[in-house]
């Protein structure tokens, strides 16, 4: 599964790691609906628009999202091409 998040949507209160939250969330619910087993699938988490945000502040909110949810995030732009190859 590959979670593209918008990096962009950071604000006092919440950020991309409130998004995971959500999306992870939602998968356990249709698999429990469903008797499926989406949420144990292997996933990919990319951070999109990395471009949109000075380099530093991509790092910045990627090490938090690191620290909030245990998982590594990569950091992506589609406009630039930076982190695709690693998708």
């Keep these: 599964v590959l979670h593209l998040i918008d990096i962009t949507q950071v604000t006092d209160d919440t950020g991309p790691w409130d998004a995971y939250t959500t999306i992870r969330g939602e998968l356990k619910a249709y698999d429990k609906t469903f008797g499926t ?4 699938l ?3 988490i990319a951070l999109s628009k990395a471009d949109a945000l000075p380099a530093d502040e991509a790092e910045a909110v990627a090490k ?4 909030k949810t245990k ?3 990569l950091l992506l732009s589609s406009q630039s091409g ?3 190859k690693a998708v």
């Excluded at 938090?64 to 620290?67: G, L, N, P």
């Design 37 to 40: 087993a989406l949420a144990k």
């Design 42 to 44: 292997p996933e990919i």
């Design 64 to 67: 938090q999202f690191k620290a």
């Design 71 to 73: 998982k590594t995030a």
């Design 82 to 84: 930076d982190g695709v």
